[in-house]
């Protein structure tokens, strides 16, 4: 069967153009809704033969997957499709231009197409056997957290609500509400507004779940038309819309960035007492860089904050001897929600 979506695409190239406009989205980019060359790696992990965190390590600098990134990014800048500002010894601040988008959105457009020709070409299966399917299950999933979503916030992509309070409610797992959230975030459906677990959702969420109840037999550009079918009524009702008593997030996200700073300024002065050794020192001191440039940011990333801070506080953990150590991963775990 033919491949739909971006795995259809043969070239590297145009595999990394993709992920950057889905990473900056499709409106005007500038500098500041620019993504470094460790964004893109994290997304083209599983391609590049790295882990998702090893974008965040210093030695990633290094590396041919590094290299790799690079060369795919000059290629597209000469071609005229992104826009590179490089400075020494800082990551780059890279975003597609106006040409660049426009390709992503026409490849969009035929892929959607060729689903909706194959929906119609593919035979209905009863929905009990549509059920059973693991793949059609984790779409439902998806479906069903991001409308319930939308029904808590009425569609305000400016409402912030617990994503485990949300999952919770639906029945899933932490670690199942987090895959959800991974994917939906990934595709732009919803933005991640705190370190605890604060999600909101996007005009393109938005858009996605009016599409899909309003016309439930034409497929959306991620859920299937047998999904919404077979899963739309079962969307439950527990979660009432937006209301004084719904889970909201309670801290603003400029409070948790006050927090962020001082806590970085903690690990800064704390650092050359906790005995770490080079490498662990210079691993922190790369995930401080990474989160300092985040909250300068007139956008901060808060996901790579959070996997930032997850990052320090892996590393601490291995001088939880240190009284400071303590007292700095106990600082850590509530931003991170645990």
């Known amino acids: 069967m033919a491949r739909i979506g971006p795995e259809s695409l043969t070239e590297f190239e145009d595999r990394l153009l993709y992920h950057l406009v889905d990473l900056t989205g499709h409106g005007p980019a500038d500098l500041d809704t620019a993504v470094s060359e460790a964004d893109l790696a994290v997304r083209l992990a599983g391609e590049l033969a790295i882990t998702p965190d090893f974008p965040r390590s210093e030695g990633f600098f290094a590396s041919p997957a590094h290299r790799k990134i690079i060369a795919g990014m000059k290629a597209l800048e000469s071609g005229g499709l992104v826009q590179i500002k490089a400075w020494a010894g800082s990551p780059w601040q890279i975003w597609p231009k106006l040409v660049g988008r426009r390709k992503v959105t026409s ?58 309070e949300l999952g ?12 959800l959230v991974q994917y939906l975030e990934g595709e732009g459906l919803i933005e991640g507004n705190s370190f605890g677990g604060g999600i909101s959702i996007s005009h393109r969420g938005v858009v996605e779940v009016e599409q899909a109840l309003t016309k439930p037999e034409i497929p959306t550009d991620h859920f299937p038309a047998h999904v919404v079918n077979v899963y739309g009524n079962m969307i439950g009702s527990q979660i009432q819309q937006a209301s004084p008593g719904a889970s909201q997030v309670l801290q603003s996200a400029e409070a948790q960035q006050v927090r962020v700073r001082e806590l970085v300024r903690l690990i800064e002065s704390s650092l050359d007492q906790l005995g770490l050794d080079q490498e662990a020192s210079a691993e922190i001191r790369s995930d401080l860089g990474s989160i300092k440039a985040q909250l300068d940011s007139p956008k901060p990333k808060f996901p790579i904050i959070a996997l930032s801070l997850g990052s320090i506080r892996g590393v601490l953990e291995g001088a939880t001897g240190h009284v400071v150590a303590h007292e700095i991963i106990a600082k850590i775990l509530p931003l991170l929600g645990a």
């Open 107 to 164: 490849w969009q457009q035929a892929w959607q197409q060729q689903q909706r020709v194959l929906d119609r070409r593919t035979p209905r299966r009863p929905a009990a056997e549509v059920a059973m399917t693991p793949i059609t299950q984790k779409q439902a999933q998806r479906f069903q957290f991001l409308h319930k979503l939308y029904e808590v916030t009425d569609g305000d992509k400016f409402a912030d609500i617990n994503m485990f």
């Open 168 to 179: 919770t409610s639906l029945g899933y797992s932490r670690e199942l509400t987090s895959s």
